[in-house]
Nanobody, 121 residues
Framework: QVQLVESGGGLVQPGGSLRLSCAAS????????MGWYRQAPGKQRELVGT???????NYADSVKGRFTISRDNTKNTVYLQMNSLKPEDTAVYYC???????????????WGQGTQVTVSS
């Protein structure tokens, strides 16, 4: 069984910063692409950004230049550094990962439970 556990959410003032972490644990052979998504009240879940196992990143236009995704493959952890936060960044943030549990097994898509980020003065 594989789990993704997020941490680091909270309340921050506009213009502030937060760093989210997401650690994968359990039966893991390898981890492929990892990413962050968010869902604001009354809206659909949307992509924030992704990072490949080799470290290549991709971001939504709304967060480019403000958010940075990184990963530590030795810790099976992905991070989301959020700077210059805006009220419209308020949402529940979810991490996502494609994880293979054995050498010849197909990758399975996993989601974390979500962490709340609120940007407000």
């Amino acid at each position: 069984q594989v789990q993704l556990v997020e941490s680091g959410g909270g309340l921050v003032q506009p213009g502030g910063s937060l760093r989210l972490s997401c650690a994968a644990s359990g039966s893991i052979f390898s981890i492929g692409a990892m990413g962050w998504y968010r869902q604001a009240p009354g809206k659909q879940r949307e992509l924030v950004g992704t990072i490949t196992s080799g470290g290549s990143t991709n971001y939504a236009d709304s967060v480019k230049g403000r958010f940075t995704i990184s990963r530590d493959n030795t810790k099976n952890t992905v991070y989301l550094q959020m700077n210059s936060l805006k009220p419209e960044d308020t949402a529940v943030y979810y991490c996502n990962a494609y994880i293979t549990w054995a050498r010849y097994a197909p990758p399975t898509n996993y989601w974390g439970q979500g962490t709340q980020v609120t940007v407000s003065s």
